[in-house]
C-alpha cells in the first residue's frame, strides 16, 4: 500500500522560496507519475505540477518560472521548489501518486503554505 508524506509547509513573506516534500512508501516510486496540487479557501483543487517517471514536467501557467518539481527515486521523494511567491500561492498543497492507470489515486495529507504581504 503506497503512502505519501508530504512536509516543508509553513508561514513565508511574499518574495520567499519554499521547498516541499513527498515522501512516498510502500510502493515502487521510481514507476509512479507525481504530481503536486494545492486548494486554497473556496477554490477547487488544481494541478501545480507533475513529473512523469521518465521525468517529463509539467507547469501550470501560474506557477511557471517560479516553482520547480523533481525527484529522487534513490530516496522515494518528490520536492517543489517555490520561489517568488505570491499571496495567491496560499493554499494546502497535496502530493499524489498515479499508481494504478487513470487519475492520481493515492495522495497525502497535505501541507499548508501561507504567503503573507
Known amino acids: 500500500q503506497v503512502q505519501l508524506v508530504e512536509s516543508g509547509g509553513g508561514l513565508v513573506q511574499a518574495g520567499d522560496s519554499l521547498r516541499l516534500s513527498c515522501a512516498a512508501s510502500?510502493?515502487?516510486?521510481?514507476?509512479?507519475?507525481m504530481a503536486w496540487f494545492r486548494q486554497a479557501p473556496g477554490k477547487q483543487r488544481e494541478l501545480v505540477a507533475r513529473?512523469?517517471?521518465?521525468?517529463?514536467?509539467f507547469y501550470v501557467d501560474s506557477v511557471k518560472g517560479r516553482f520547480t518539481i523533481w525527484r529522487d527515486n534513490a530516496k522515494n521523494t518528490v520536492y517543489l521548489q517555490m520561489r517568488s511567491l505570491k499571496l495567491e500561492d496560499t493554499a494546502v498543497y497535496y502530493c499524489?501518486?498515479?499508481?494504478?492507470?487513470?487519475?492520481?489515486?493515492?495522495w497525502g495529507q497535505g501541507t499548508q503554505v501561507t504567503v503573507s504581504s
Open positions: 499524489a501518486a498515479r499508481v494504478r492507470a487513470g487519475d492520481y489515486d493515492v
Open positions: 510502500g510502493g515502487t516510486f521510481s514507476v509512479y507519475n
Open positions: 513529473i512523469s517517471s521518465v521525468v517529463s514536467t
